[in-house]
C-alpha cells in the first residue's frame, strides 16, 4: 500500500489567475453591476426592502439568523452587498440605506424576544462556538490518529490471480 501522508499539495498555483490584460478584452456588460442601477433613490429601496422584511417567511429567517448569533450588522451587509451585485442600487445607496436597515433588523429581533441580541460583528463575545469547534476539531484528530493505527496494524491479504480469475473455493 503506497503511503500518500508524505505528498503534499502546493499552496499557491502559478497558473490558476487570469490572463494579464484579460480584464481589458472581456464584453463589458456581463455582469448586472456594469449597467445602471435598478434604483437610484434609497427611498424608493428602502420602501422596497422594508416589504420584503415584512414578510412571514423572511421575519422567520431574520429570527433564526439572530437567535442562533448572527449579528444585525451581518445581515445587513449581506442584504446591502447582495443588491450591489444583482444591480439593484449603487454602492452609494447602499452606504446610505446601511443605518435604518440595521434598526429595521434590530426591532425585528427585539420584537421577537431575542435574548442576545448581537449588534455588531465585533460583538461576538459567545465562545462557546469557538470551544465547541475546537473540541471536534481534536475528536476529529483523535478518531484519524486511532483509524491510522488500525490500518496499520492489521496486514494487507493479496488476492491470488487476477481481478477476473475465479475464486479460490478450496478449503484445506
Known amino acids: 500500500m503506497k503511503n500518500i501522508s508524505n505528498l503534499t499539495q502546493p499552496e499557491v498555483d502559478p497558473f490558476d489567475a487570469p490572463v494579464p490584460g484579460q480584464s481589458l478584452t472581456d464584453e463589458p456588460g456581463n455582469y448586472p453591476w ?3 442601477p435598478q434604483h437610484s433613490d434609497p427611498e424608493e429601496v428602502l420602501d422596497f426592502l422594508f416589504n420584503k422584511l415584512g414578510e412571514p417567511e ?36 447602499g452606504f446610505l440605506i446601511i443605518q435604518p ?11 421577537a ?3 442576545k441580541l448581537k449588534l455588531s460583528i465585533e ?19 483523535k478518531i484519524d490518529d486511532i ?13 491470488e490471480g487476477g481481478l477476473l480469475s475465479r475464486p479460490n473455493t478450496e478449503e484445506e
Open 147 to 159: 483509524s491510522q493505527d488500525i490500518t496499520e496494524d492489521t496486514p494487507a491479504s493479496k488476492p
Open 101 to 111: 436597515l440595521m434598526n429595521m433588523v434590530s426591532a425585528i429581533g427585539i420584537r
Open 123 to 141: 460583538d461576538l463575545s459567545n465562545t462557546d462556538f469557538i470551544t465547541n469547534m475546537a473540541e471536534l476539531k481534536a475528536a476529529r484528530e
Open 34 to 36: 456594469e449597467h445602471p
Open 58 to 93: 423572511v421575519v422567520e429567517q431574520v429570527i433564526a439568523m439572530l437567535d442562533s448569533g448572527v449579528p444585525v450588522e451581518a445581515i445587513v451587509r449581506v442584504m446591502t452587498f447582495s443588491g450591489f451585485m444583482n444591480g439593484k442600487f449603487n454602492p452609494d445607496v
Open 113 to 115: 424576544g431575542i435574548k
